[in-house]
């Protein structure tokens, strides 16, 4: 069974638009983080944002805004007046601990094209 | 710290020969991650260690792949023989709490 989904495969927006990517998990542990990552063009895996599960409060950075909902199993980040810089491959991720050792798992990704 | 380091940035080699990619972890990071990137199959994860430990290499496509971490700070990833359906950037991820990526291994199989 998948254990993260990002249904939007690829997205596109035009310069200020405010766009949001969507990421569903599944996990049966009560202790887990989630995550979000970069990959711009140039290749490299970015850490933006970790979330973990006791923690349900929203959080904004800048242009950024992440949506923890432990109810639907959300975890929705949304960028503000996107801007071409933004144009990425977006990838959410889900950390169990399990017995101690750590299982890092990744969506399929979401490519944002911002066009000027 | 110098993050998550990997080498080679770059290798081509030819159908058959075996290739060995290479990982240095962050200090103090227990865990450790091989993952695979292709177009068609995003990133996989292949294989994931816990104190030097394999834990789980269920994502390890075949046989003819193998990895090692003999200790703490060193991990390895063998391909032998190498096909051209290997063909693909292999990223090692070293986590505590917080994955951290080195830059990337692109493989290419001729």
């Known amino acids: 069974a998948q254990k993260v989904t990002q249904a939007q495969t690829e997205i596109s927006v035009v310069e200020k638009e405010d766009v949001t990517l969507d990421c569903v998990y599944e996990?049966?542990?009560?202790?887990?983080?989630l995550f979000w990552y970069k990959q711009p063009p140039s290749g490299e895996l970015v850490f933006l944002i970790r979330?973990?599960?006791?923690?349900?409060q929203n959080e904004i950075s800048g242009r950024y805004s992440w949506n923890f909902q432990k109810s639907t199993s959300s975890f929705n980040f949304t960028i503000t007046a996107s801007q071409v810089v933004d144009s990425a491959v977006y990838f959410c991720?889900?950390?169990?601990?399990?017995?101690?050792?750590?299982?890092?798992?990744f969506g399929k990704g979401t490519k944002l094209t911002v066009n000027p | 710290d110098a993050g998550v380091i990997q080498s080679p940035r770059h290798e081509v080699t030819e159908m058959g020969q075996e290739v060995t990619l290479r990982c240095k972890p962050i200090?103090?990071?227990?865990?450790l991650f091989w993952y695979r990137q292709t177009m068609m199959r995003g990133l996989e994860l292949l294989i994931y260690?816990?104190?030097?430990?394999?834990?789980?290499d269920s994502g390890m496509p075949e046989d003819r792949f193998s990895a090692k971490m003999p200790n703490a700070s060193f991990s390895t990833l063998k391909i032998q023989p190498s096909e051209p359906r290997d063909s693909a950037v292999y990223f090692c991820?070293?986590?505590?709490?917080?994955?951290?990526f080195g830059q990337g291994t692109r493989l290419t199989v001729v």
């Open positions: 991820a070293s986590s505590f709490r917080r994955a951290f």
């Open positions: 996990t049966r542990d009560t202790t887990y983080y």
């Open positions: 979330r973990n599960s006791f923690d349900e």
């Open positions: 991720a889900l950390l169990e601990t399990q017995g101690g050792s750590e299982k890092l798992v």
């Open positions: 200090s103090g990071h227990n865990s």
């Open positions: 260690f816990n104190n030097n430990v394999p834990i789980d």
